[in-house]
């Protein structure tokens, strides 16, 4: 469809701006909002219209657009929650009068359970890691610090010394937003922690002077791309079959969790959910474990 008009160019880039210094996001969900809105422009100028323009009738049209290219209910709701977002801002900046957006209720869509780990599963994946070598100590400790806080895989490929309290066995945690939250990790973390900072990672290091916690094989921070992968062959050593990602290890902290009793609001705070709703989700996942048990054991079940 071409490239964006210079005006919508100019507009998505100064209210990407004002989204990330006044809120903090990350760097990902700015590129969402990012991609939502020009996707929305660049249809958009078939009718010579600029964003800031658009009436709801226009945004009913690309919606409808949307969901013919058979695009999920929760694509369509995202594209519309930034585009909501982007109106509130032209309206709080009094560059429009009128909310196109305010009539347009969001596309209703049912949020899928979160795949997990049964728990010997996560078991036999936090084992697979070989701890005679460097790299097998520090991936086990990453396994070990995942489960154990429930962290975004970007929470712990960020981590720097200065963020462990080892002693009293907490991480302090710097999530979205720049919210911080203080996460324990219990025993088994905290010492294969200790175990990988005292002998693997000067080893990984070389020498090296680095703030990160986990390494990489050549002294560097480890990236989302690199523990990705790794992850990969330990599910194959392991012997799980199903698909497993490093968010896979946050679900599986959290549903374990509220199998043993935890309360939500604990696990909100755990998890650095602004909204307690993100963290009800998890509420399903029980659910539906307590009905397997029930419909495994229960004589009419």
């Not at 982007?86 to 209720?105: G, V």
């Not at 963020?163 to 907490?170: H, K, P």
């Not at 094989?217 to 012997?239: P, S």
């Amino acid at each position: 469809m071409g490239s964006l008009a210079e005006p919508d160019q100019a507009l998505i880039e100064r209210f990407i701006d004002v989204l990330w210094v006044e809120n903090g996001l990350s760097h990902n969900t700015l590129s969402a909002y990012r991609s939502d809105l020009s996707q929305l422009a660049l249809w958009q100028r078939k009718n010579n219209h600029e964003l800031s323009g658009l009436t709801r009738e226009h945004l009913l049209r690309y919606l409808a657009h949307v969901q013919q290219l058979g695009k999920s209910s929760r694509s369509s709701a995202r594209m519309l929650s930034s585009v909501k977002r982007l109106f509130q801002y032209l309206i709080r900046e009094s560059e429009i009068n009128t909310d196109p957006t305010a009539q347009i209720d969001s596309p209703r869509y049912l949020k899928s359970l979160p795949s997990s780990l049964t728990e010997s599963d996560t078991e036999a994946l936090l084992n697979a890691p070989d701890t005679n070598t460097a790299q097998g100590l520090r991936d086990q400790s990453m396994l070990e610090t995942l489960y154990a806080s429930g962290l975004r895989v970007s929470e712990l490929i960020g981590l720097q010394l200065s963020q462990l309290n080892l002693n009293d066995g907490f991480v302090r945690v710097v999530g979205k937003g720049n919210k911080e939250r203080l996460v324990p990790l219990g025993d088994n973390a905290r010492v294969s922690l200790q175990q990988y900072l005292a002998t693997a990672r000067p080893e990984l290091l070389h020498e090296r002077q680095s703030d990160a916690v986990f390494v990489s094989n050549r002294g560097q921070g480890m990236t989302r791309q690199t523990f990705w992968h790794l992850i990969k062959r330990y599910v194959v050593i392991a012997g799980i079959n199903k698909a497993v990602s490093p968010h896979t290890l946050r679900h599986a902290f959290a549903t374990h969790l509220l199998n043993h009793g935890a309360d939500l609001r604990v696990l909100q705070m755990l998890l650095g959910h602004s909204n307690l709703s993100t963290t009800q989700i998890y509420t399903h996942v029980a659910k539906e474990r307590l009905k397997s048990i029930h419909a495994q054991h229960h004589p009419r079940g």
